[in-house]
């Protein structure tokens, strides 16, 4: 069964500093990979994804993503933290579509809060 | 560009009672999901619909029902409401052939 981990419950880090938010997933093969951030209380924006080719992809806002078949994991990074990046950030999977009978749900991690210090 | 669009936005309702969920996709996408995200928890999949057809189910409970209409909305029905029932419910909408599917901005259920 497809499943998301992402070890870190809370990160607090201070302004300006680099981030990294870690993700690793089960699945039986590559699947669709997505990084979600949700400010309190609104809904989901999608920061990047990766389908397939360049492991490293980059998204909105300045975050970028890399994809380690190895292993089995896609972590999120940002070289410069902002205040305004203080959310909550949730790494999901998805089965690929071109495989019979995946219909494309995700399945999400834990979610990881981040704090930024002034 | 158009969007995902749910309604209500905010839904409160008192226990056993029901409600209903609207969700209306982004023009031409054939596929619905629905997700419950519980506070302080990641959104967890409920069901989903392909071209008016229930394509996959996840932990959706049984006083739950759902359809996709004929013109591709999709309504959550939820019957005997509980308190564990308050959440945020979140509609996403994909193209067939496309890999991503584009969220609703959710709307959020209260039970007292």
């Known amino acids: 069964a497809q499943s998301v981990t992402q070890p870190d419950i809370h990160i607090t880090v201070s302004e300006g500093a680099s981030l990294e938010l870690r993700c690793n997933y089960s699945y039986g093969a590559t699947p669709y990979l997505f990084w979600y951030v949700q400010s309190p209380g609104q809904g989901l924006q999608l920061l990047l994804k990766?389908?397939?080719?360049?492991?490293l992809v980059q998204g909105i806002k300045g975050f970028e993503a890399e994809f380690k078949r190895s292993q089995s994991s896609f972590n999120l990074r940002k070289p410069s933290v902002h205040w305004s990046d203080a959310a909550e950030y949730f790494c999901a999977v998805g089965a690929r579509l071109e495989v019979a009978g995946n219909t494309g749900k995700l399945i999400f991690g834990q979610g990881t809060t981040l704090q930024v210090k002034p | 560009a158009a969007g995902v669009i749910q309604s209500p936005r905010h839904l409160i309702k008192e226990k056993r009672e029901t409600a209903t969920l609207k969700c209306y996709p982004i023009p031409r996408h054939d596929t619905v999901y629905w997700y419950q995200q519980g506070p302080g928890q990641d959104p967890q999949f409920l069901i989903s619909?392909?071209?008016?057809?229930?394509?996959d189910k996840g932990s959706i409970p049984d006083r739950f029902s759902a359809q996709q209409f004929s013109d591709y909305h999709s309504e959550l029905n939820m019957s005997s409401l509980e308190l564990g029932d308050s959440a945020l419910y979140f509609c996403?909408?994909?193209?067939?052939?496309?890999?991503?599917?584009?969220f609703g901005p959710g709307t959020r259920l209260t039970v007292l």
């Open positions: 619909f392909y071209e008016k057809m229930q394509s």
């Open positions: 996403a909408s994909r193209r067939d052939r496309d890999n991503e599917q584009f």
């Open positions: 990766y389908f397939s080719g360049d492991t």
